[in-house]
């Protein structure tokens, strides 16, 4: 079935301390997991994307990996700052064209 | 790159008519494009799936004679709220992907309010 779960709903860090979203999907055909960043009223961003063929990539503070045996894949954001304040949302790709999206995080960075 | 414009940004009608939501994608060929729900505080629900010159493909439980969604090009989506009622008042956000691979942009919504 097409499932994405994403945990936690709600995540608070203090500001430059790491930040993690875990999400699992049911697919094992999906092979393209992008990350998205939604400030409130505005449309989601793609921040990082993950294709099954490797495990992990990173772009400066923000790194993703991708476990397709356990078909998990988890979202880290080092060094917070109150700007990644944000709704975070999961996605997996089904079908080789939908995206299903995962419920979302709302991540406060305390100052 | 991968810009994608979405119009209007805010509507708001009475019962009984219709708006028309459009998607443009603005430097690149959107082969195709994803119409969405969001409602406050939640996911991202797809409604359909539209490719060019072609029928739109529908989720389940999504009405497509209630949401007409058209993709007459390669840059242009288009969804219409046929007989809006206040239940359809929603967040309505397009995407668009290009030819070169998976990754979807989205535009910046339309928040539909049916009074």
């Known amino acids: 079935g097409e499932n994405v779960e994403q945990h936690p709903s709600t995540l608070s860090v203090q500001e430059g301390d790491s930040a993690v979203i875990k999400c699992t999907y049911s697919?094992?055909?999906?092979?393209?997991f992008p990350w998205y960043k939604q400030e409130l009223g505005k449309r989601p961003q793609l921040i990082i994307d993950?294709?099954?063929?490797?495990g992990e990539k990173k772009d400066q503070r923000i790194a993703v990996t991708l476990n397709k045996t356990a078909k998990h894949f988890s979202l880290h954001i080092t060094e917070t700052q109150p700007e990644d304040s944000a709704v975070y949302f999961c996605?997996?790709?089904?079908?080789?064209?939908?995206?299903?999206f995962g419920t979302g995080t709302r991540l406060t960075i305390i100052p | 790159g991968a810009v994608v414009s979405q119009h209007p940004s805010r509507v708001i009608c009475k019962s009984g008519t219709s708006v028309k939501i459009e998607c443009r994608s603005l430097?690149?060929?959107?082969?195709?494009m994803f119409w969405y729900r969001q409602f406050p505080k939640k996911s991202l629900m797809l409604m359909a799936t539209?490719?060019?010159?072609?029928?739109?493909?529908?989720e389940q439980g999504v009405e497509k004679d209630k949401f007409l969604i058209n993709h007459a090009s390669l840059t242009l989506s288009t969804l219409t709220v046929t007989s809006a009622h206040p239940e359809d008042s929603s967040f309505y956000i397009c995407?668009?992907?290009?030819?070169?691979?998976?990754?979807?942009?989205f535009g910046p919504g339309t928040r539909l309010t049916v009074t």
């Open positions: 995407s668009a992907r290009g030819l070169a691979g998976d990754e979807q942009y």
């Open positions: 697919d094992s055909a999906s092979n393209y």
């Open positions: 993950i294709r099954s063929n490797v």
């Open positions: 996605a997996a790709n089904f079908g080789n064209e939908k995206l299903t």
């Open positions: 430097d690149f060929q959107a082969t195709t």
């Open positions: 539209s490719n060019e010159g072609s029928k739109a493909t529908y």
